[in-house]
Each structure stands twice: as structure tokens, then as C-alpha cells.
């Protein structure tokens, strides 16, 4: 049997998109091999088992290794994160020196330790999450040392292959991924029920963290010129929350709940009329980098989607499986929403065409690809 290694810096439990990634992305590998997702000891993970927190099955095993958290000491706050990366790194090194072998599988989008890992992996795939600008010849030397480099989206496929010189057999896209089976869609009337929404009036949800760049003043400044209309915010940090609540205090149809366990989700986007994606164009994270999970879950269930016409998003749903308007912009993305009240029909056969795409983005259908490189 294949051993599969998954590394991944950060709080684990936790409300971040990427812990979340790393534990589908663990468990999607669990039929193909021995799974073992490391991650630090850090502090302020949330107390949970972290197979229950996500879903995922107890083949995964989870090792928590030391890393120095120095995240709460005032004087050094400033340079935690690059002490606790450097002691994970050096444990990590450790225990890759223990556990790994040539053959032996080792998945990451963290850099540091995925070059230790070629000292000891012959199959090292490094997943490119966030485009690299700086320390070039560091990358280059990653990239040759690595057996696959793997990039979420077309635009990063295309400069990596420009500024590294990667050969092609090497590189492969590959989006991010969503369990489909959990974000199938929930009754409508039940899934407010279930979240205690009203049922009479139309709903806009947006769920995830509420960074500028992922457009949320946009959407928020829809929901002013859509009085009628209930427009729910589901995620954020506490601090970005309170600040958040207190900008859009006077919007009355504005309602942040904050942060969610993942697995309400599914409810939270069964029960919406309109899921809405505003990321935007003016960041390049936003508009180029990401491969945005939420999306894919939006495509899963079943809603209709209204997003940002950014190349990120663009190239995953087409315009016949979505409504894709200009970024930034509060008077397009309300006048979208409110054509998916005046469509009906066009709606549905848009949301079940999200519905046939996304399947091949399935988690399970994603490790497939993947493994069947090292067969």
C-alpha cells in the first residue's frame, strides 16, 4: 500500500479555508493508500477532534508536531509566524528522516517543507496556492527538485510555465475540489426551518471570511439598494466581524451571523435563494490567484449563483451554469440578483448545469487524477 503524506502550517482544527483544504484533501487519498496529515501543535486550534470537526474518515492520521507558537508573546508577535514555520520545518525534516522513503508520497503547498521532503521523497508534489513573486531561485530550485507541480488555475499554470520554465509533463492544473455528497441540496423550506430563517421573504447568502478582497463591501452595498431583500454574511473572525456589523450597522436587511460550523453550511446554502461570490477585480489574490472552494460547494448545491466575471472564477463557471457580473461594482450585482427573482426557468437550468460541472471537481474524482500519476 502507498503512503501518502499531507503537511500543512497552520491551526488545525480551525474556521480557515485552508485546514479545511488539508483535511479533505487527506481524506479524498484515504482509498488509495496509508494517510498521514502533519500539521504543528500551535495553539488556538479549536478543541475538537479534527475527523469530526470535518467529516473525515479515522484512516486519517493526524500528527501534531512541535512548532514553536510564539503568536501571544508581545515582543516577538511580529516574527511568530516565521518561527513557528522554521521549527515545523526542522520537525518535519525529523520526521521525514524517520517515516519517509523514496517511494512514498508527500503532498504540500508549503514550500519550505516541501524541499526537505525531496530529500527523502522521490514523489514530492507541490501544490502552487498563492503565486510565488519573490525569492525566485529558491522556487526554481523547489520546482526542479519536485515530481509534480501543481497549479489551481490557468493563470497560475501559465506563469509558472513563463518565469520557471517547468516542462509541461511536470505541471499539472488542478482546481480546488468539494465534497459533493455533503453540499447536495437540502429542502429549501426545511433548510430554513433548520436555521430558523423566515420563510417568505427572498434570501442572498454569502458564506465565507469577510476580507475587502473578497468583495464583501460590494455585496453589502447591494443589499442597500435591495431593501426588500435579506442578505445574510456566514463566516468571519470575531475582529472582522464587529468591524463589519458596525460599518453596515444602519442597513437594516444586512444580517452578519458570523462565523459557522462547516458542516451548517450546506443548510445555510440550501435555504438561499441566491448564493452571491463578489470577489474582486481590484486584488490579485482575488481576481487571479484563487481557486475559490466556495464556489464549487455554491455549484454543488444547487442554488443559482451570482459572481464576480474575475478570470478565477470565469474560467470554472460559464455563463450558462451562472450569472457572471462586473466586479465591484454594487448596482451590476444587485440588478443580477434581482433578474435571478425574474428568471425562474433560466435559473433552474443554470444551477443544474453547475450541478453536472462540478462533478468532476468531487474530492474523490480529484485524488483519482492525482494518484493515477504515481500508478
Known amino acids: 500500500m502507498k503512503k501518502l503524506f499531507v503537511i500543512y502550517h497552520g491551526r488545525f482544527p480551525s474556521e480557515k479555508a485552508a485546514a479545511l483544504f ?5 481524506d479524498s487519498f484515504v482509498p488509495f493508500g496509508a494517510v498521514t496529515l ?31 507558537d510564539l503568536r501571544y508573546v508581545p515582543l516577538v508577535r511580529h516574527a511568530a509566524f516565521l518561527i513557528s514555520y522554521a521549527t515545523f520545518t526542522l520537525s518535519c525534516l525529523a520526521y521525514f528522516a524517520l517515516q519517509v522513503r ?14 526537505m521532503a525531496t530529500l527523502f521523497s522521490d514523489k514530492v508534489v507541490v501544490e502552487v496556492h498563492d503565486f510565488p513573486t519573490h525569492h525566485h531561485n529558491f522556487y526554481a530550485r523547489l520546482f526542479r527538485r519536485a515530481y509534480t507541480v501543481l497549479a489551481t488555475n490557468k493563470w497560475k499554470k501559465g506563469e509558472l510555465q513563463k518565469k520557471f520554465d517547468i516542462p509541461e509533463h511536470k505541471l499539472l492544473l488542478e482546481r480546488n475540489a468539494v465534497d459533493i455528497e455533503q453540499f447536495s441540496s437540502t429542502d429549501h423550506a426545511t433548510a430554513r426551518a433548520k436555521l430558523s430563517l423566515p420563510q417568505e421573504v427572498h434570501i442572498v447568502v454569502y458564506t465565507g471570511h469577510l476580507y475587502v478582497w473578497k468583495g464583501v463591501d460590494t455585496l453589502a452595498e447591494a443589499a442597500q439598494r435591495m431593501p426588500e431583500v435579506a442578505v445574510y454574511f456566514v463566516g ?28 451548517e453550511m450546506p443548510l445555510w446554502q440550501s435555504a438561499a435563494d441566491v448564493l452571491v461570490l463578489p470577489n474582486s477585480a481590484r486584488d490579485q489574490q482575488s481576481a487571479q490567484y484563487t481557486s475559490p472552494m466556495k464556489l464549487f460547494e455554491y455549484m454543488a448545491s444547487g442554488r443559482p449563483i451570482v459572481a464576480s466575471n474575475v478570470p478565477s472564477i470565469a474560467e470554472v463557471l460559464p455563463v450558462d451554469a451562472g450569472y457572471l457580473v462586473e466586479p ?3 448596482a451590476a450585482l444587485a440588478a443580477a440578483i434581482q433578474q435571478v427573482f425574474a428568471e425562474p426557468a433560466e435559473v433552474a437550468a443554470k444551477a443544474a448545469r453547475a450541478q453536472t460541472l462540478v462533478r468532476t471537481h468531487s474530492w474523490s474524482e480529484r485524488a483519482k487524477r492525482l494518484t493515477a500519476r504515481f500508478a
Request: glycine share 6%.
Open 236 to 263: 468571519g473572525t470575531e475582529y472582522d466581524l464587529q468591524k463589519f456589523k458596525k460599518k453596515y450597522a444602519s442597513i437594516s436587511n444586512i444580517h452578519a451571523v458570523g462565523q459557522k460550523p462547516h458542516g
Open 38 to 68: 502533519l500539521v504543528p501543535r500551535n495553539l488556538g486550534r479549536v478543541r475538537s477532534n479534527p475527523h469530526a470537526y470535518y467529516n473525515i474518515s479515522t484512516d486519517v492520521r493526524v500528527v501534531y508536531l512541535p512548532a514553536l
Open 22 to 26: 488539508a483535511a479533505k484533501e487527506a
Open 328 to 330: 465591484d461594482s454594487a
Open 102 to 115: 523514496g517511494r512514498d508520497i508527500v503532498i504540500t503547498n508549503e514550500p519550505l517543507p516541501a524541499l
